[in-house]
């Protein structure tokens, strides 16, 4: 599959500071320009902690 210009893809180890401080500066702030209400599915990976998630969101 090829990767369009406009996706990054992160091939290191992730962290859950850097995938919070990502969701919270890059993603979220590109999903609000949508002006839609957005379903978030996310697996249970270690990093993904959803309580700390949930308040971005919020």
Do not use: A, G, Q
Not at 9 to 36: A, C, G, P, V
Request: proline share 2%; net charge positive; no cysteine.
């Amino acid at each position: 599959m090829k990767n369009p210009e406009n996706i990054d893809i992160y091939r290191k180890t992730m962290e859950s500071e850097f995938f919070e401080e990502w969701f919270r500066e890059i993603f979220l702030k590109d999903i609000k320009k949508l002006r839609k209400k957005v379903l978030i599915v996310m697996d249970n990976i270690r990093f993904h902690r959803k309580s700390i998630l949930e308040k971005m969101v919020k």
